[in-house]
């Protein structure tokens, strides 16, 4: 068993930064891809950011790409997202989640995911 907690939502000016972390309990945590999902009120969770297993390989929506980063830290059970040039439509609850399976990266989406985090809420005004 996976337990997943988020944090580091916040309140940001359109054009800011934030830095969420997922931190994971459980022994194989380091074994398994992780993910960013985010919904936003009213809306189906989406993809954000996917990771491998060793950190060698990601994937981003087009949405995010060139202004998030996915990383990990397996030494200290934890993923990262650094949000960048953050826009009001990056308004969402942020949701980190754990791959049982290790599902190549290009096919992870919500259903495909075993372990979920309870998310943190990012605010991005104008």
């Known amino acids: 068993q996976v337990q997943l907690v988020e944090s580091g939502g916040g309140l940001v000016q359109a054009g800011g930064s934030l830095r969420l972390s997922c931190a994971a309990s459980?022994?194989?945590?380091?074994?398994?891809?992780m993910a960013w999902f985010r919904q936003a009120p009213e809306k189906e969770r989406e993809f954000v950011a996917a990771?491998?297993?060793?950190?060698?390989?990601?994937r981003y929506a087009d949405s995010v790409k060139g202004r998030f980063t996915i990383s990990r830290d397996n030494a200290k059970n934890t993923v990262y997202l650094q949000m960048n040039s953050l826009k009001p439509g990056d308004t969402a609850v942020y949701y980190c989640?754990?791959?049982?399976?290790?599902?190549?990266?290009?096919?992870?989406?919500?259903?495909?995911?075993?372990?979920w985090g309870k998310g943190t809420l990012v605010t991005v005004s104008s």
């Open positions: 989640a754990a791959d049982r399976d290790f599902r190549p990266l290009d096919t992870i989406v919500v259903k495909s995911m075993d372990y």
């Open positions: 459980g022994r194989t945590f380091p074994s398994y891809p």
């Open positions: 990771i491998s297993s060793t950190g060698g390989t990601t």
